[in-house]
């Protein structure tokens, strides 16, 4: 059980990175500005918000293709 949550934690902050960078190229050359910027708007959350979307999505798609993989396998066996 704890090395799921670890896999889904890592997979979790790596998609908030690279989605942060993907989303704000400034982050790699002035990270200093981009969270001045944050901290003046208050948007503390949304970096999570928009990750947590993408994550259920990708864990929607896992799901679907372990279970088709598992129904082939099960009538190869059979």
Known sequence: MQKIVIREAVIFTALLISL????????????????????????FLHPFVYTFIVYILLFIIRFVVTK????????KNN
């Open 68 to 75: 088709v993989k598992t129904f082939f396998t099960k009538n």
């Open 20 to 43: 942060a960078v993907l989303m704000h190229p400034d982050l790699l050359s002035d990270p200093k500005e981009r969270f001045a910027l944050i901290e003046d708007r208050g948007n």
